[in-house]
């Protein structure tokens, strides 16, 4: 079964707009890290945002926030404000403890292309 | 410096050719990951390192071997591949890997071409 969702094979968005990337999760694990990553064409993996199972608070960072929604098992991605540079393959992921308990694994979703068009 | 280096950035070799892959990083995180891409799909996770030892193994095929030098260094050897076996591989690191919330610093990849 696939752990993690992503509905949007590309996504197209004007600059300066707002944009949500859509991500669903499945997992019966209670404790759990969700990221996204950005992946420009020059292949790496850039860091944004990361939201864990506790957390309260939809976590923010920058022109990035994650709307949580625990109870649907979705995590979403909001850019605000798009920029050109934002155009790029855009991956949810989510960390699990694997089958042994001693360690995580990160595992993706199938990504998003995002196109900020001008 | 929240870096991770692996090199080289491109490499075509033989299907009889032994070749190996680098990454280094100097954040002392002491989980270090192969993970392999093919081109439009998510990354896949190969291996991981945990203190230096080899924690997780996705049942990789044995021409895939993996070394852990030190703390800071990650390889993988590469023998007898398959034109398949073409596809960026991607180093990463964190923390730890027995921690749920720290990310993944990962590298630029290389590019592998098998001919």
């Known amino acids: 079964a696939q752990k993690i969702t992503q509905t949007q094979p590309g996504m197209f968005v004007q600059e300066k707009e707002a944009v949500t990337l859509d991500c669903t999760y499945d997992?019966?694990?209670?404790?759990?890290?969700l990221f996204w990553y950005k992946q420009p064409s020059s292949g790496e993996m850039i860091f944004l945002i990361y939201?864990?199972?506790?957390?309260?608070q939809n976590a923010t960072e920058g022109r990035y926030s994650l709307n949580f929604q625990k109870a649907r098992k979705s995590a979403n991605l909001v850019i605000s404000a798009s920029q050109l540079g934002d155009s790029a393959m855009y991956f949810c992921?989510?960390?699990?403890?694997?089958?042994?308990?001693?360690?995580?694994?990160?595992?993706f979703g199938k990504g998003t292309l995002l196109t900020v068009n001008p | 410096d929240t870096e991770v280096t692996q090199t080289p950035k491109h490499l075509v070799m033989g299907m009889t050719n032994k070749k190996s892959l680098k990454c280094e990083q100097h954040?002392?995180?002491?989980?270090m990951y192969w993970y392999k891409q093919k081109a439009k799909k998510p990354p896949e996770l190969m291996f991981v390192?945990?203190?230096?030892?080899?924690?997780i193994n996705e049942s990789v095929p044995s021409r895939f071997s993996p070394e852990c030098p030190n703390s800071s260094l990650l390889n993988l050897h590469l023998h007898a591949l398959q034109p398949e076996d073409s596809a960026l591989y991607l180093c990463?690191?964190?923390?730890?890997?027995?921690?749920?919330?720290?990310?993944?610093?990962f590298g630029q990849g290389t590019r592998l071409t098998v001919v």
């Open positions: 954040m002392g995180h002491r989980a």
């Open positions: 992921a989510m960390r699990e403890v694997n089958s042994g308990g001693s360690n995580y694994k990160l595992t």
């Open positions: 990463a690191s964190s923390q730890g890997a027995a921690a749920q919330n720290t990310e993944a610093f």
């Open positions: 390192y945990s203190y230096e030892k080899l924690s």
């Open positions: 939201q864990g199972s506790y957390d309260q």
């Open positions: 997992t019966s694990d209670p404790s759990y890290g």
